[in-house]
């Protein structure tokens, strides 16, 4: 199983996602927990998965110190492609109304991306999935916004919530990706790693 | 709301699936739950959602009482159809190995059916998804099956345990039809009820 495999390693987290957190655990991984301050910039000429892996790059290069020998950092990304434009996190309950209208009734891309380094090596990876929201109304928008956390998740809503429960009509791909870790890839890269 | 729209009924769910409670519960919905007793045999020339439909009405009308007038009552099926074959709940750990053997590698699909019946109507309703599994490893399947409840599951897993995790590379439809109660369908049929 992975947690044997990799105990050669002592792996930190470089995300205070509550969800990353709880794939980790789920995968009986030992890890620390540090938070990685970088700012989400990346250039123009960057499309889809070259963002999330740009920005799960970037946000590995930002750990605030050398990696000692066993140590392995896993960072992450995650984007919302609709309609040609790129969403991230909302800065306000305003924005994330809006997202969610931009979105409603519209099928969208989560890309997610995941960095694993360590002081000899790295690997980025994506993985995106489709999904079709129905046409959401404002009073189901307004609700949503107001009784949950839209600010921490890009695209304004988390698919575990109820807005997920109610508004998502099919997706296509993994709903872990969508989540803001793509859990079946992560595990396959680090029984290779 | 759903809850608000729904203030005129008593809700009954006739499961005690804890999945299904749970997307009851964040709904925002009162109900109560029942343990009904039916023998899930179905007539042989029934195909795909026509199983989980019969069987959804076959443990609604096994509901032990007359439904009072206010009384709205909730059953479910859910199965999964591998390679023309239907799996349904295993009867021991060595068949929930065998079935996961059988998905390994395969695509199938999981189809739950959902009733809802007071004493002046009735609706059923189903939904599909498919699910690809990966080559899973004898390892895999045995440490899954030996650590977690297989037993009361269509199909022997839940997509959001550990195998669902590891182990599945994508899906088209509903998550939370592979977990047993397809909620978006279920909220727009009571919105309409």
């Known amino acids: 199983m992975l947690n044997e495999k ?3 390693y002592s792996l930190i987290l470089g ?54 020998d066993q140590e392995l950092l896993i960072t992450a990304d995650t984007i919302v492609r609709c309609n040609g434009q790129i969403l991230g996190k909302p800065t306000d309950l305003d924005e994330a ?4 209208r931009f979105m409603s009734g519209h099928i969208h891309e989560v890309i997610t991306s995941v960095c694993l380094r360590t002081n000899e090596k790295m690997k980025v990876f994506s993985d995106t999935t489709d999904v079709h929201f129905k046409e959401l109304t404002d009073e189901e928008i307004n609700y949503y916004v107001e009784t949950y956390s839209p600010l921490d ?9 109820w807005i997920g429960y109610i508004g998502v009509l099919k997706i296509e791909g993994s709903f872990f990706t969508v989540m803001g870790f793509p859990v079946h890839k992560f595990y396959k890269e680090m029984m290779e790693f």
Chains 1, 2 share one sequence.
Do not use: C, W
Not at 33 to 52: F, S, W
Not at 97 to 100: A, E, G, N, R, V
Not at 153 to 161: C, D, P, R, V
């Open 97 to 100: 109304k809006s997202m969610l």
């Open 153 to 161: 998740k890009a695209g304004a809503y988390g698919i575990q919530e």
């Open 6 to 8: 990799l105990n050669k």
């Open 15 to 68: 995300s205070e996602s509550p969800r990353r957190k709880h794939f980790l655990e789920a995968l009986k991984l030992d890890f620390k927990t540090i938070r990685i301050d970088a700012e989400e910039v990346y250039p123009k000429y960057l499309h889809g998965n070259e963002i999330t892996n740009y920005l799960a790059e970037l946000k590995s290069e930002a750990y605030p110190a050398e990696l000692a």
